[in-house]
């Protein structure tokens, strides 16, 4: 059974910095994409980054210079720098993931997002001006 379990979430003043992580436990898949999603109160979830299991990334234009996705395959584990917060980036964020294929070229959008299988339960990023 695939899990995935977030942690790393907190608060922070404005231009402070944090790192998620996911661990993935459950699945061997050699080609995926995983990926970061966020959902503020009375919001859509709206997606942040992916990464592919050949190190493509993909940003949303609202985090990008700001959020680095990466992974350590080793670990099992999936991470989100996220550098330079604004109070816009509070939401609780979550991992996704999407085994045995690339991610979809529309991977933030709805459609896209019911492409990813598995998720986790969320870990909250509060951000204060």
């Known amino acids: 059974q695939v899990q995935l379990e977030e942690s790393g979430g907190g608060s922070v003043q404005a231009s402070g910095s944090l790192r998620l992580s996911c661990t993935v436990s459950g699945w061997t898949a050699s080609t995926y994409c995983m990926g970061w999603f966020r959902q503020a109160p009375e919001m859509g979830r709206e997606g942040v980054a992916t990464?592919?299991?050949?190190?493509?990334?993909n940003y949303d234009g609202s985090v990008r210079g700001r959020f680095t996705i990466s992974q350590d395959n080793a670990k099992n584990t999936l991470y989100l720098q996220m550098d330079n917060l604004k109070p816009e980036d509070t939401a609780m964020y979550y991992c996704a993931a999407r085994p045995r294929y690339y991610c979809p070229y529309d991977a933030f959008s709805p459609s896209g997002r019911t492409t990813f299988a598995y998720w986790g339960q969320g870990t909250q990023v509060t951000v204060s001006s």
């Open positions: 990464i592919d299991s050949n190190g493509h990334t």
